[in-house]
């Protein structure tokens, strides 16, 4: 209850703030028993109606006043912001082309000219002459599409082509200044224009631009084309409430080709809905939701769009139209034969049987270092190929396969689970004992976080296996022929890990001694020694050491919980045998 009763006082302060200030702290405005309604939007207009019928419904032409207030419309509008980020959404593939309208588009406007634009009510021409008659200024082609220049009087220009507008204006100079005179015209600035988007766009209404400006500046300014619901195969272009252009975004965004167009003020640009869609995933440079003109289309088609990668061989395609799913699969070279219908899934996988093995080769070895082996090719035909170095010790031969390191991995980082679960559930009686259990939870987790740092070398042991050489090997195995060594290695909790010279006299406990002797943390019941070929004698001191054999002492586990010092203790026997390393607690 007195948890409940700050957050109600909370609420009713934030309900009695205006609505600007409960939103600028939630983010949303707070409401008591009231809605909520967002302003309408402006719609798009209505071609061929009435000003009057407008002027009634609250819609006025743009460029109007109100006859009430006489005060300009506010025509202006910003690009909606992005949208919250939707989990649901989020997790489906995405609809190609969605990529498009991010913003770039609508923050940068075109103000350049093709050689075909026509002039228009509105342009601004800069116009020079010099000679016998000097002039230089910018004139703005009038509503009756005429430029005024002083001492000529009126040049027709509206619908000129602009590679065409230096020349006509030239010629009518001519006319009345024969010689002595020379004349240079360009285009300065296109025409203000406002622009209707509508159809299935995120945010539909007025947008101003300039009669240059693409169609996908004023998309963008729409916030894009909804990719649920919008097509991206045939944006209609209205002028007059006639269709004056359609436009394939997919040619864009595929080939870069878009055709230039002039736009003018009152324009419609509509985004109709979605057509037919067909989901591509797998072996793919575009995973997307692709859009198309029928029902049924070419695989070959659709391919062309998605762009399969280099290792793609088969299409799986899931129908689902009609009361049943079904499955089919088909080689891509099949792919102008297959139909692709409206709703199919298609995946595009890389189906490719082993033909050959690389197996890399370290060590005394005298021959190639990569062998390529057939696939099913075994350890015998890879040792038909070695030619071991005179100092080589054939039968300590190493084999290291990465799915047993991923293995012994896994297997470490189940123990390690289990620890961390001992650790952070461990029950105290007293005060005292519970501040033990920290500090020991705390020492075992950093404990963890060391051992998953650790990396198993994955090794296959060969010693006295009989049939070691009918092992199979993998793709990517890796085989080392040790040097003759004649030195022993002791490491671990002693003083002093260092490398010693065999003595086939001396025993463990001598080499202990020489490499100054066990740590206090050393556990002398646990001592282990790894031999070359990877075998591991648990029972160290009843077994005679050999020349190159590793001695391994480990750390001693001390805990009061007997779960704990178990789960510790074979974590640390992994790590020795997988990595050869002495981790203490």
Avoid: C
Avoid at 43 to 55: H, I, K, N, R, S
Wanted: charged content about 20%; proline content about 6%.
């Amino acid at each position: 209850m007195t948890a409940i009763l700050p957050a109600l006082a909370l609420t009713g302060l934030l309900l009695a703030l205006p609505a600007t200030a409960q939103t600028a702290l939630t983010g949303t405005p707070q409401t008591s028993g009231s809605t909520t309604t967002a302003p309408a939007a402006t719609p798009g207009p209505l071609q061929g109606l009435d000003p009057a019928v407008l002027e009634a419904a609250g819609l006025r032409p743009a460029g109007t006043t109100s006859r009430a207030t006489n005060v300009a419309p506010v025509v202006q509008q910003q690009a909606p912001g992005p949208l919250p980020a939707d989990p649901a959404r989020a997790a489906r593939p995405l609809v190609f082309g969605s990529q498009m309208f991010s913003g770039r588009f609508a923050s940068e406007a075109f103000s350049g000219f093709n050689p075909d634009y026509q002039l228009a009510v509105g342009d601004r021409v800069h116009l020079r002459m010099w000679g016998a008659f000097n002039h230089e200024g910018t004139q703005v082609v009038d509503a009756q599409g005429n430029l005024f220049v002083p001492s000529l009087g009126p040049v027709r220009v509206l619908g000129v082509r602009n590679g065409e507008l230096n020349e006509r204006v030239e010629a009518q100079v001519k006319r009345t200044f024969r010689a002595n005179v020379g004349v240079y015209a360009t285009l300065e600035a296109a025409q203000p224009v406002k622009i209707y988007v509508t159809g299935f766009v995120k945010a539909p209404g007025l947008y101003p631009g300039l009669s240059s400006d693409s169609v996908l500046y004023y998309l963008d300014r729409a916030g894009g084309i909804d990719p649920d619901r919008g097509s991206y195969l045939g944006v209609d272009l209205l002028r007059g409430g006639k269709s004056k252009a359609r436009i394939n975004l997919y040619d864009f965004l595929l080939n870069g080709q878009i055709t230039p167009m002039q736009l003018q003020d009152g324009d419609t640009i509509v985004v109709p809905p979605r057509r037919h869609t067909v989901q591509v995933i797998g072996e793919v440079l575009n995973p997307y939701i692709f859009e198309l003109d029928s029902a049924r289309t070419g695989a070959d088609m659709l391919l062309a769009m998605a762009r399969p990668r280099p290792a793609a061989t088969h299409l799986s395609i899931t129908r689902r139209t009609g009361p049943q799913r079904r499955s089919e699969y088909h080689p891509i070279a099949d792919a102008a034969k297959i139909q692709i219908e409206d709703g199919d899934e298609v995946t595009v996988t890389a189906d490719k049987y082993p033909g050959t093995i690389l197996v890399r080769v370290e060590g005394a070895n005298l021959s190639e270092r990569t062998l390529v082996l057939p696939y099913g090719a075994r350890l015998k035909d890879a040792l038909d190929r070695l030619r071991p170095a005179p100092q080589a010790n054939v039968n300590g031969l190493q084999l290291f396969r990465q799915s047993v390191a991923e293995r012994q991995k896994a297997l470490m980082e189940t123990a390690l689970r289990n620890l961390e679960t001992y650790a952070l559930t461990a029950r105290s009686a007293t005060s005292e004992e519970s501040a033990l259990r920290q500090r020991e939870g705390q020492q075992i987790l950093e404990f963890v976080q060391r051992a998953r740092l650790i990396q198993p070398r994955g090794q296959v042991i060969l010693a006295q296996a009989g049939g070691a050489g009918d092992t199979l090997l993998e793709d990517g195995d890796t085989l080392r022929i040790p040097e003759a060594s004649n030195l022993v290695m002791v490491s671990g909790e002693v003083l002093f890990p260092n490398a010693l010279v065999f003595d086939p006299q001396a025993d463990l406990e001598a080499y202990v001694r020489q490499a100054g002797g066990y740590t206090q943390g050393a556990d002398e019941a646990k001592v282990v020694v790894l031999r070359q070929d990877g075998s591991v004698v648990a029972d160290a001191r009843s077994t005679k050491l050999q020349a190159g054999d590793e001695i391994l002492v480990l750390p001693r586990i001390q805990s009061k919980n007997v779960e704990i010092a178990r789960g510790i203790t074979q974590i640390v026997y992994q790590i020795a045998v997988a990595a050869r390393i002495a981790l203490g607690l």
